[in-house]
């Protein structure tokens, strides 16, 4: 979600020129006009092809915020569109220009863009925004970057065929790492040297089936004051993000008198993205980390959470970030819905986590075709079993927080979103 100020696109704001913007960049985004084909006989999972029959407007859509434009009115068709399904037969994505934001006289413009988590992570999707930006408002044209060609019914099949053959050899090479890890796992729980392990998170009102509804909240911070709390107390930027999540989800259940006794645990998605550039789409992996709800003190919240994460960082790299990735590789799509439907009921029962925090760089992004960039928010997705998720995204010296949630479990997350100034102000005064 970007907040834009028309003012400096060359020629002024039309939308048709805006639209015809974003066509010439995604010439040199491939991603963007390939879409998922499959065949019958294909016992491997779906590949990319070039959509033949791309049209930019079935994928860039024109809408007027109603009056007054403000704060609420946004907000709440944010949330709604959130809650639209992507049309899987197409390149999976959508962009709506949000006109109207702020008054029909403002200048300003909104854009949400809506990726499926298929076409990219939290990494890629950086490096994907960053060939819609620019440091000026006029750029050059991109070269244009070929898609994938198209595969026939027959040619797909081989394929997956091909690959379902190598399964074997790919299960003998990767049973030895599995097998490691568990062992190693073990002795790091025995000396306490281990990440939070999954479904040891206690069950709250985060925690159940979901719906199709989404609601989304916004929170801006200064990213000096985030560095200035982390470099004073010796710990990163991302610990800081979550003492401040814990401190906030604390709080919220405290007010409910529903604090649990043991600590809420997050899933943090982490970057898998090796050097070689393999599966540059989404190669992410994730650590399991105690947000220490527990622990009323917010500096020492800070500094356990830094060292436990630590701990955690230190497990992740031991088990390999891509190993449950190339389990799913190897047990093919079949197998891989039966597990997922499986893990869907779990969770009602036994949640995983209770929370996903995502704390990731974004680029240098001062225009977006044209426009300036006045604020930049990323939302995760809400998984199985977790209603909300949490996103910090830090651009332009502003670290932007986007909170989405299921409805059915958290009616309004922006009762969070408004306590984050609070806690790092908090945070701050044990500085002076």
């Given at each position: 979600?970007?907040?834009?100020?028309?003012?400096?696109?060359?020629?002024?704001?039309?939308y048709?020129?805006?639209?015809?913007?974003?066509?010439?960049?995604l010439?040199?985004?491939?991603?963007?006009?390939?879409?998922l084909?499959?065949?019958?006989?294909?016992?491997?999972?779906?590949?990319?092809?070039?959509?033949?029959?791309f049209?930019?407007?079935?994928h860039?859509?024109?809408?007027?915020?109603?009056a007054?434009?403000?704060?609420?009115?946004?907000?709440?068709l944010?949330?709604?569109?959130?809650?639209?399904?992507?049309?899987?037969?197409?390149?999976?994505?959508?962009?709506?220009?949000?006109?109207?934001f702020?008054g029909s006289?403002?200048?300003?413009?909104a854009?949400?863009?809506?990726?499926?988590?298929?076409?990219?992570?939290?990494?890629?999707?950086?490096?994907?925004?960053?060939?819609?930006?620019?440091?000026?408002?006029?750029?050059?044209?991109?070269?244009?970057?070929?898609?994938?060609?198209?595969?026939?019914?027959?040619?797909?099949?081989?394929?997956?065929?091909?690959?379902?053959?190598?399964?074997p050899l790919?299960?003998?090479?990767?049973?030895?790492a599995?097998?490691?890890?568990?062992?190693?796992?073990?002795?790091?729980?025995?000396?306490g040297?281990?990440?939070?392990?999954?479904?040891?998170?206690?069950r709250?009102?985060?925690?159940?089936?979901?719906?199709?509804?989404?609601?989304?909240?916004f929170?801006?911070?200064?990213?000096?004051?985030?560095?200035?709390?982390?470099?004073h107390?010796?710990?990163?930027?991302?610990d800081?993000?979550?003492?401040?999540v814990?401190?906030?989800?604390?709080?919220f259940?405290?007010?409910?008198?529903?604090?649990?006794?043991?600590?809420?645990?997050?899933?943090?998605?982490?970057?898998?993205?090796?050097?070689?550039?393999?599966?540059?789409r989404?190669?992410v992996?994730?650590i399991?980390a105690?947000?220490?709800?527990?622990i009323?003190?917010?500096?020492?919240?800070?500094?356990?959470?830094?060292?436990?994460?630590?701990?955690?960082?230190?497990?992740?790299?031991?088990?390999?970030?891509?190993?449950?990735?190339?389990?799913?590789?190897?047990?093919?799509?079949?197998?891989?819905?039966?597990?997922?439907?499986?893990?869907?009921?779990?969770?009602?029962?036994?949640?995983?986590?209770?929370?996903?925090?995502?704390?990731?760089?974004?680029?240098?992004?001062?225009?977006?075709?044209?426009?300036e960039?006045?604020?930049?928010?990323?939302?995760?997705?809400?998984?199985?079993?977790?209603?909300?998720?949490?996103?910090?995204?830090?651009?332009?010296?502003?670290?932007?927080?986007?909170l989405i949630?299921?409805?059915a479990?958290?009616?309004d997350?922006?009762a969070?979103?408004?306590?984050?100034?609070?806690?790092?102000?908090?945070?701050?005064?044990?500085?002076?």
């Amino acid at each position: 979600m970007l907040e834009l100020d028309t003012a400096t696109i060359p020629g002024g704001y039309s939308y048709d020129r805006f639209r015809d913007a974003l066509s010439a960049r995604l010439r040199a985004i491939p991603a963007f006009r390939e879409k998922l084909s499959d065949s019958f006989l294909n016992l491997d999972f779906p590949v990319w092809v070039e959509d033949g029959d791309f049209d930019i407007d079935r994928h860039v859509h024109r809408i007027g915020l109603p009056a007054p434009g403000g704060r609420a009115e946004f907000d709440e068709l944010c949330g709604y569109l959130a809650g639209l399904r992507l049309d899987h037969r197409r390149p999976l994505w959508e962009m709506w220009v949000i006109e109207g934001f702020g008054g029909s006289l403002s200048g300003r413009l909104a854009v949400m863009l809506m990726l499926h988590h298929a076409i990219a992570d939290g990494v890629t999707f950086a490096n994907i925004l960053s060939q819609l930006c620019s440091t000026e408002p006029d750029p050059s044209p991109p070269a244009l970057v070929q898609a994938a060609p198209a595969a026939t019914q027959l040619r797909i099949a081989i394929g997956g065929l091909a690959r379902f053959a190598g399964r074997p050899l790919y299960l003998v090479r990767l049973l030895p790492a599995t097998v490691r890890a568990v062992v190693d796992t073990v002795r790091r729980a025995v000396t306490g040297r281990a990440m939070t392990a999954p479904f040891t998170a206690p069950r709250t009102v985060l925690n159940g089936s979901l719906t199709a509804d989404r609601k989304v909240a916004f929170a801006r911070l200064d990213l000096a004051d985030v560095k200035k709390v982390a470099n004073h107390f010796g710990v990163k930027v991302n610990d800081v993000s979550m003492a401040l999540v814990g401190g906030l989800a604390r709080q919220f259940f405290l007010d409910r008198g529903e604090l649990p006794k043991s600590s809420l645990v997050a899933l943090v998605p982490v970057s898998a993205h090796g050097p070689s550039g393999r599966n540059t789409r989404n190669q992410v992996s994730g650590i399991y980390a105690s947000l220490h709800t527990q622990i009323a003190d917010p500096v020492e919240r800070l500094r356990t959470i830094a060292a436990a994460n630590i701990v955690a960082k230190e497990h992740s790299s031991a088990i390999g970030a891509t190993m449950l990735q190339d389990w799913g590789q190897v047990i093919g799509p079949v197998l891989l819905g039966i597990a997922k439907h499986l893990y869907a009921r779990l969770t009602q029962f036994r949640p995983m986590y209770n929370v996903v925090v995502s704390n990731v760089p974004g680029p240098r992004a001062r225009y977006f075709l044209g426009a300036e960039v006045s604020a930049m928010y990323v939302f995760g997705p809400v998984m199985h079993g977790a209603g909300l998720n949490v996103t910090l995204w830090s651009a332009n010296g502003t670290l932007h927080i986007a909170l989405i949630s299921c409805p059915a479990l958290l009616p309004d997350p922006s009762a969070l979103a408004e306590g984050f100034p609070a806690g790092l102000n908090q945070l701050l005064s044990e500085i002076d």
